[in-house]
């Protein structure tokens, strides 16, 4: 049975008032000033930076801030989880609903690849009442240190977990579509709502997505 695995942030789980909030307040907390969605977006869409910590510590780098990189995670983590899981993770809405997963699961081995740290991903999956669905789950703390994403070791990791060579991989940036092909996976994308749409969906087939879909829930289109 091939497999589909899924990218979690902005795939499965709604991050726009989560994550993406953090990497703004965050980011405004030591800069002193407003930065928008577009901006985190425009960043994102550049590639190489799909730990948010990464993307947090280059937008205040290039905004001609260096600072001691512990600092900016301490600080992004207060608002992300707060008190024993009480930040800002609680903003978040899973996508993909029971029915559908069951269905998906019919025809897949289902697993996830996610830059996520395994405590942050094992809480949301737990939280949503949907693990049960997900034979493979793999995380920032499965991979070496610098072999994320566009790096196809978690991908490869998860394929030998489930025992499939082949299926899809649904990502929403250029770092899973690369990833994706590295593994020999057909990669399908996923445009975020704090972007360009159209310039989105360009960027993600011109790295080689086969399809490019608005939401995890018209994956069913794919195959048809």
């Known amino acids: 049975m091939e497999a589909l695995l899924f990218d979690m942030d902005g ?5 726009s008032r989560s994550y993406r909030l953090a990497v703004k307040k965050t980011v405004e907390h030591f800069l002193g000033r407003p930065v928008s969605f577009r901006l985190i977006q425009k960043y994102k869409d550049r590639g190489g930076l799909n730990n948010d910590w990464d993307l947090t510590e280059t937008i205040l ?25 009480g930040g800002l993770i609680l903003n978040e809405r899973w996508l993909l609903g029971p029915a559908q997963l069951k269905a998906l699961g019919l025809k897949f081995k289902l697993g ?16 949503f009442a949907v693990a049960r669905f997900f034979s493979a789950v793999v995380t920032m703390d499965d991979v070496p240190p610098g072999r ?15 025992g499939s060579t082949s299926g899809w991989y649904v990502g ?12 020999g996976l ?10 360009d749409a159209v310039s989105q969906k360009r960027r993600l087939l011109a790295v080689g997505a086969c399809r490019v879909i608005a939401s995890v829930n018209d994956f069913v289109e794919v195959l048809r």
Do not use: H
């Not at 795939?11 to 991050?15: C, N, R, S």
């Not at 512990?70 to 600080?75: E, R, T």
């Not at 996830?112 to 939280?127: D, M, N, Q, S, Y």
């Not at 994403?149 to 977990?161: E, S, V, Y």
């Open 172 to 183: 929403d940036t250029v770092d899973d579509m690369r990833a994706a092909l590295q593994a």
């Open 11 to 15: 795939v499965l789980v709604d991050v």
């Open 112 to 127: 996830i690849v996610t830059g996520r740290p395994k405590k942050e991903a094992t809480w949301v999956l737990e939280r």
């Open 148 to 162: 994320g994403k566009p790096d196809p070791a978690g991908i490869f990791l998860a394929l030998r977990i489930l």
């Open 61 to 85: 780098r290039e905004s001609g801030l260096k600072m001691e990189r512990c600092k900016i995670v301490d600080f992004f983590q207060q608002l992300y989880m707060g008190s024993q899981f």
């Open 186 to 195: 057909r990669p399908v994308g996923i445009v975020s709502p704090s972007g």
